[in-house]
């Protein structure tokens, strides 16, 4: 995403120029003037690389608004930061974009609205666009980022790490983006699950614009043994933890933070708790804590406004986690997170 002094006034140009120069706030991207950007790692620090892409039809529906569609892109590659215990420093941004997305024009006012968000959301959490590249597609719209960030030299917190007798803590609420998704798809209404139009809401909006826990990063780095952000579905996500860390966990399910529209939805349908379990969109932080550290940890989530909450433990042996429902006996699950493959 730069202009070339050789081509200054084509299509490309003139996008960038209007919609995403001014974005590049940081003295690093060279006002996008150049093929590439610099940055210095801060001094002590290791700089964390991360990469998401989101695709239409894939992560987000083609009539989407552009704000929404833009703050997500970002925001699931913070989350990951988040779960690293690593702020950001900036991001590279990749746009592959047809003239028409389904029965969406992708026009200079859909370029506008998607910059807007993304610059707000950019300054909002100190993640400034240092450059990127821009096509066009035959295809449906996708979106690339990649956020760099920097951790203290030797202190990235990895999915490899978790110990036996360490309790297993959760961030926000679980299952929120799955059921507002099943929503969508099925064209759902309040009513089909007694839920307040309010609720439904609520639902549908945590699986458009996710919320990055980057304020819990530093208590993250300073207590987690282990981590990772939930995108793919909790279960599944925590047993990609185990795997590497050579331990078994135990997941409590009375113990999950559920909203209350998920609740509500639950209790008109239970066997939807396979979808809170698995469904994936969370963004929320996972994470393993020592249980002479988990006072302290959940403190500092207070102090930093960030819902925690521990939801089980960390075992010896190997293989998939026990998952218990509210009853206490083992939930089956057919799946135990999204796959694209």
């Known amino acids: 995403m730069s202009i070339d002094r050789e081509t200054t006034g084509s299509g490309e140009d003139r996008l960038i120029a209007r919609h995403f120069a001014p974005l590049a706030t940081h003295p690093g991207a060279l006002g996008l003037t150049d093929d590439v950007a610099l940055l210095t790692p801060p001094d002590g620090c290791e700089l964390v690389l991360e990469t998401d892409a989101i695709v239409a039809g894939m992560h987000f529906f083609a009539d989407d608004p552009p704000a929404s569609i833009a ?3 970002l925001r699931i590659n913070l989350s990951d930061l988040a779960a690293k215990g690593t702020r950001p420093l900036g991001f590279l941004l990749s746009l592959a974009l047809p003239r028409r997305s389904g029965d969406v024009t992708v026009d200079d006012p859909w370029l506008a609205a998607f910059a807007a968000a993304l610059g707000a959301d950019a300054k909002a959490y100190g993640c400034p666009l240092l450059g990127g590249d821009t096509v066009a597609s ?3 719209v996708m979106i690339s980022v990649t956020v760099i960030g920097a951790v203290p030299t030797g202190t990235l917190v990895k999915r ?3 110990r036996p007798g360490d309790r297993l803590v959760v961030t ?3 299952g929120d983006a799955a059921l507002g998704l099943l929503m969508r798809l099925e064209r759902a209404g309040a ?3 007694d839920l307040a139009e309010a609720e439904r ?3 549908l909006s945590r699986y458009l614009e996710p919320c990055p826990r980057n304020a819990l990063a530093e208590a993250v780095r300073t207590h987690a043994t282990a981590g990772m952000d939930v995108s793919d579905g909790l279960v599944g996500d925590l047993a990609k933890l185990c795997a590497v860390s050579g331990v078994t966990a135990i997941v409590e399910t009375a113990r999950l933070p559920l909203s209350e529209a998920a609740r509500r939805v639950l209790a008109a349908a239970p066997e939807l708790l396979a979808t809170v379990l698995a469904g994936g969109d969370d963004y929320e932080i996972l994470c393993t804590v020592a249980p002479e550290r988990l006072a302290s940890f959940l403190a500092a989530a207070a102090q930093a406004g960030v819902p925690a909450t521990e939801i089980g433990e960390i075992l010896v ?4 986690p026990r998952v218990l429902g509210p009853d206490g006996h083992p939930v089956a699950l057919d799946r135990a997170s999204f796959s694209h493959f």
Do not use: E, S, V
Request: aromatic share 4%; charged share 20%; glycine share 28%.
């Open 71 to 73: 703050r997500k892109a």
């Open 138 to 140: 035959p295809g449906p």
């Open 160 to 162: 490899r790490g978790a």
């Open 172 to 174: 926000g609420t679980i």
């Open 191 to 193: 009513g089909d699950f």
């Open 201 to 203: 809401a609520h639902l």
């Open 317 to 320: 042996g190997q293989g998939a």
